[in-house]
């Protein structure tokens, strides 16, 4: 706790020489509330995070001043925790390029004033995101989810997502309607939102977009690259990307949990990283280096129906204790060619993969004609794993995938059965 009143004090001192923003802000305080949000969210472990202006300065002297004392929290610090519970924050407003002043806010959900409001914004990206979004806005789904709108009396058209477990996540839903574009609506809530991730010693954020537009040329203004050449899937690290890989998948004691919300954004630094295998999750169609944003969040909407039937899960991740990154996932589904036939996989961080065959066992297969899985030369772990499982190498499909998304070569494809 100590270190972390330690954090809050140097942010609110430093924030002020070291924040840099284009947009006009009201309200003084405004400058230092992305110190006081990540303080609440890492501190006191919220994810309903909102506006403490109505606090003022005193609870901020009073909180960096607690000193160590157990439980003795002043009234002003017990207003400021409670006013986190707010979870509209209220971050002044902006100038457009139009010159038209518009208010910007941050929606943490879950938001049921904005839930309507925000879903129909975002409607048009249709299921399941249309699901996501009206989980995230009405439900605790145990993740941060931010949005973060610029609106006109409370009428967004602009949005920015970030949805995140342990500093740690998905960067999206970047939308304006169309006849709002053009004026740096877009450009204002990118900024807004990196500076207040980094405020929260948020550590690393993972989106997908077409490589060589105008977004993607956008993001990396604000310190996105691309992971791979001719790729749109992009990464945001706070520090270097190897700094936030030790860390991430330091050597941990791991534990093996059905698929749940928090892994949705946890996922993405293991499909996306630069490791051995190109045939990653075939039930999920995750191929190569890509985000698992889009493939992992029907199977995260399936396991949550399942919870509620009591149905047994059909996918699995391995979890580190430590950082809870997910080191590796395991998952079957019906073949989507052949009849009576299941397809099973399973992948990990190469630290990870002596763990893997638990993992695999983890998984209840039905009953079918056959079980089949596929892997690939580039990855002889996944191999001796389903062989350790009872597969079967059967069949090679030469030269089948592409190893990048340059396409530099192709790799073959190892069919694995199991009868």
Not at 26 to 32: A, Q
Not at 37 to 45: E, K, P, T, W
Not at 394 to 412: H, M, S
């Amino acid at each position: 706790m100590q270190y972390r009143l330690e954090w809050m004090r140097r942010h609110v001192r430093g924030l002020a020489r070291a924040r840099k923003t284009p947009i006009r802000r009201t309200g003084i305080l405004n400058e230092v509330n992305p110190s006081i949000r990540g303080f609440a969210r890492s501190s006191l472990g919220m994810t309903r995070v909102g506006a403490l202006s109505q606090v003022g300065l005193t609870a901020l002297r009073d909180i960096a001043c607690w000193g160590g004392r157990k439980y003795a929290w002043s009234a002003a610090v017990a207003g400021a925790i409670e006013e986190t519970r707010t979870v509209y924050q209220d971050l002044g407003t902006c100038t457009l390029k139009s010159a038209e002043t518009v208010s910007m806010g941050m929606i943490v959900g879950p938001e049921p004033d904005w839930a309507e409001r925000l879903v129909s914004l975002l409607r048009h990206k249709g299921d399941p995101w249309n699901w996501q979004n009206a989980e995230m806005l009405t439900l605790d789904c145990g993740i941060v989810a931010c949005f973060c709108v610029l609106h006109r009396n409370g009428s967004p058209f602009a949005n920015v997502m970030t949805v995140t477990h342990k500093g740690v996540g998905i960067f999206g839903h970047v939308y304006t309607k169309p006849e709002d574009r053009r004026k740096g609506a877009a450009a204002l809530l990118v900024e807004e939102v990196i500076t207040d991730f980094r405020a929260r010693n948020g550590r690393a954020l993972f989106l997908g977009t077409g490589f060589n537009g105008p977004p993607f040329h956008l993001y990396r203004r604000f310190g996105f690259e691309g992971v791979e050449p001719g790729s749109g899937c992009m990464a945001w690290h706070n520090g270097t990307k190897e700094e936030f890989e030790a860390r991430h998948f330091a050597p941990a004691s791991t534990t093996i949990k059905p698929v749940a919300w928090r892994h949705w954004p946890a996922s993405c630094p293991l499909f996306i990283g630069a490791y051995p295998g190109a045939v990653r999750c075939a039930p999920l169609r995750l191929f190569g280096r890509m985000s698992a944003e889009g493939p992992l969040l029907p199977v995260v909407r399936a396991e949550e129906s399942r919870r509620q039937t009591g149905e047994p899960p059909r996918s699995f991740v391995l979890e580190s204790q430590t950082t809870d990154a997910v080191v590796g996932l395991a998952a079957w589904d019906w073949h989507p060619l052949w009849p009576h036939i299941c397809l099973v996989d399973v992948f990990c961080h190469p630290d990870f993969w002596q763990e893997a065959p638990a993992l695999l066992a983890s998984l209840s297969l039905p009953d079918a004609d056959r079980h089949i899985a596929y892997a690939d030369p580039e990855c002889s772990a996944k191999a001796e794993v389903l062989r350790t499982g009872g597969f079967r190498h059967t069949a090679t499909l030469p030269e089948r995938l592409p190893v990048d998304r340059i396409k530099t070569r192709f790799t073959d494809v190892l069919v694995f059965e199991k009868r």
